[in-house]
């Protein structure tokens, strides 16, 4: 397949390593980050609906409930007491 660290794209010759941002100072504190901006992302494109972000995202409720409480993620004020799933 070649060389694990090109792109898959055949008119980008740049290693990957190349196109990735600068190496993190602390993984976890970054993939936190990356973490809680597709969530933030997600659940915005749903209107906030838990229910229909976390589908979007291949999740459960359970799921993106857990990760918006370990990321400390919450509702808007003007839809946090909407209840748009059940849990």
């Known amino acids: 397949r070649g060389d694990p660290n090109q792109v898959d794209d055949p008119h980008d010759d740049a290693p990957m390593a190349d196109r990735l941002p600068e190496t993190p100072k602390d993984l976890q504190v970054w993939l936190d980050q990356q973490e809680r901006a597709i969530l933030v992302r ?24 857990y990760r918006m409480s370990r990321l400390a993620i919450t509702a808007p004020a003007n839809v946090a007491d909407r209840r748009d799933d059940v849990g």
């Open 42 to 65: 997600a659940l915005a494109e749903a209107g906030f609906n838990r229910t229909a972000a976390a589908a979007s995202l291949g999740l459960n409720l359970r799921q993106i409930r």
